[in-house]
């Protein structure tokens, strides 16, 4: 499990539970793919996390580097009904067609967070499927969202194609390239920020 620390904009590694001296993988690091997509739609700090199981289930979460969760803000609310025409709780899947089940590309947003601080963001799918279910629990405790993303916190589940499926998730990040990209990310807002400081001073100066 990859945590953010978003003060020192650094990355550690924590496995769920320990029996004595024996360190046990979490489940989605047992069972699951991690892999990742940031600055979705060029928003800078909108990353996600998806984690891929060999029978095509994915499960949408928040990544560790999300702006949501390195400002500190808190979620208050969770909202699948996006607008008139987008309503993910209208989903209904039956059979093995997945009869009902809407189908998301992979900009398509699937909820709306609301913070405590009034602040707003969209959460999107990732990647291109079949909408299979929603996390209702975050309906009651939104705060899921940050505190087990992983778990209880996911968002939704989807479930691409079978010949889509390879396709779908190699376009997606791994974890070394995502921890690579955080990297430069954190190093080019600190070029930006010493280079904004240099201008202050020279203005000062003059």
Known sequence: ??????????????????????????????????????????????????LSHSNRVCLVTMAASHDLITSGRIPKQIDFKIDDKTDRTANKVSGKGKKGAQWLTE??????????????????????????????????????????????????IVMPKLVDFKSQIDKLLSIEQYKTNIGQRKDNLTKDTETANEIDNTNDVT
């Open 1 to 50: 499990v990859i945590s953010y620390d978003s003060e020192k904009m650094e990355f550690s590694e924590q496995n769920t539970f320990s029996l004595g001296d024996t360190i046990h993988p979490s489940v989605s690091e047992r069972y699951y793919n991690q892999k990742y997509r940031i600055d979705i739609k060029k928003q800078p700090g909108y990353d996600q996390c998806v």
């Open 107 to 156: 900009n398509s947003p699937l909820c709306r967070v609301t913070c405590t601080d009034g602040t707003e963001y969209i959460l999107y799918s990732c990647l291109r499927g079949h909408l299979m279910e929603i996390n209702e629990r975050l309906y009651k405790n939104p705060t899921l969202l940050i505190e087990k993303p992983e778990t209880d916190g996911y968002l939704a």
